[in-house]
């Protein structure tokens, strides 16, 4: 099984007649995903490379069932494009768009809570998900992962989470679902909804998590682990060597006096019995290794298919 | 971006929320002038990005023109904690009753607003909540929902605020939130916040931070002029629309993402080296990208080698290599490149990288040999 997405997974992308939401979205489609509609207004009635292109989400759903939406919009329209997608009823929406407004990511935040419960958001500002060999939505390269698990991954940084993707597949060790979680200030899904999906999949075994400064996501997680998941973790949190003040690339990413350090994170971590590498390369062979020890057991109890 | 005090103050003004009345001066003549206008006393107050001004002597009294000279004089160019003084805001001086503390920020696990108010105001809040957490009121604002007056009233009260400041101070409050939301502020923060002699409240301080991300709907903010001295690496980066912040190790750092780039800093360190920067050069690591990111590391004298750090996902690596191929040519590098090609076409770009033989390139396969490479090139030539 995977999270969040599986093999019949249908999905819109908003803005696929932009050169983001083209490149990718074509590019998830000739991964497998079944990426059956575009939005985009006013460009209705058109088509990319036979992908059939709407005014509106509702259109979309109503004409092609999708169920899964991709926003892959600019920064200033990206909120609006979540809430609408919401509102048409799509349940998975990954936004892939860096630099939108916190005060917007909060607004979004809230009307999901009040008035769309039942729509869970990954990102903004995130890679997107893949599980392989059934659907990849998001920027990240297909042929870095390896389908059949038994891994999850959930993380907040992109390049990070290809690097953990990489050093798993070389070894032979594949992964049920790859989760970016993103690098904002207010993401739609947290570690903690990641790690719960996972701790629920029967055939996700064990847990790569990849965090990094700012916030307090990597806590919670701790708090989460140690409290509710029976499943091993190997974590890596980047940014130790960090100054305080200064954003390291991601809107989320700042040490704030004593708040956010990586030191905290990788404490709270080790204190909830997760297996903690001291760079991404470390966390590659620590996760092999706990693989190599687990499989015959986890073999013997192959869940029923 | 983070406003000095006068700054931040102009901006709460926009909201409504009373200051005192101030000028901006940047020498001694402008700030006599300043506080003539303004009327004695008056305060002179240093403006720089950092806490603790009035203890480093760059906040004081003057009853007249000749100690507002005296204090202009011995403020402008003073270093307070790294930051040379430049600027002085001159306001009327207020006779404080009560020092009280008020804040929004973003609470990102609740994923809402967050209110803070506290009667012990004119202290570090940190210091606040680490010794007496109940002497700060919390209220968390759902963005749907706002701050109305009667809620801001009662937060003013939980928070022990005197009753003859709660109008005002509720008052204060919804136009600081406002300000917080409709200004697109990542942080605003009055400490203190007073109330005077005579029954009044208003801000003594500000403190606001807003988000860059939210320039776009905000014209006005292309003319706050940034205060203090800006590190001319970083000047150069932003003209290039690089991700950089610098640092002051001897080992250049570039990399694809942010996360990668942080890492790469941590990695260094590990084995022993210090990172002179952090820069991401993102999803789009072309030729043009790459000479720019050699260009701004270039120009820092501290840099005696370059880790160059990709991962290719999207970006292929045999791209990244003929981009920094055909950055050599448009760059006079100062320093060798350690180089680390992982990911989508390495096997390619390595071949690319052997056949040119350049000598300034030093291939290696992982992160951690690039950066024990590196860091002893760093070591060599230090």
Known sequence: MSIFVDENTKVVVLGLTGSQGRFHGLRNRAYGTKVVAGVTPGKGGQDVEGIPVYDTVAEAVERQGADAAFVAVPPRGAAEAIVNCAAAGIAFVVCITEHIPAKDEALVAARLRRDFPGTRLLGPNCPGVISPGKCNIGITSGDIALPGGPVGIVSRSGTLTYQALHELSQQGVGQTTCVGIGGDPVPGTTFVDALQAFEADPETRAIMMIGEIGGDGEERAADYIRNEMSKPVVAYVAGVTAPEGRKMGHAGAIVS?????????????????????????EAGELMVGVVRQFEGEWTATTPAQ | MDLVEYQGKQYFARYGIPISAGRAADTVDEAVAAAEEVGYPVVVKAQVQVGGRGKAGGVKLAADAAEARQHASDILGLDIKGHIVRRLWIEHATDIEKEYYASFTLDRAAKLHLAMVSARGGIDIEQVADTEPEAIARLHIDPLD?????????????????????DQAAAVLVDLYRCYVEGDADLVEINPLVLTTDGRVHALDAKVTLDDDAAFRHPEWSELEQIGDV???????????????GLVGSVGIIANGAGLAMSTLDVVNQVGGTAANFLDIGGGANADIMANALEVINTDPNVSVILVNIFGGIVRCDEVAQGILTALERVDLASPIVLRLDGTNSVEARRMLDERRSEQIIPELTMIGAAIRAVEIAGGQS
Do not use: F, M, W
């Open chain 1, 257 to 281: 006096g004593s708040k956010g350090t990586a030191k905290a994170k990788i404490e709270a971590l080790r204190s909830a019995g997760v297996i903690v590498a001291k760079n991404p390369t």
């Open chain 2, 146 to 166: 706002g701050l109305g007056l009667p809620a801001a009233r009662q937060l003013a009260s939980d928070a022990g605020l005197d009753p003859e400041a709660l």
């Open chain 2, 231 to 245: 590190d001319p690496r970083e000047q150069l980066a932003k003209e290039k629309g690089l991700q950089y912040i």
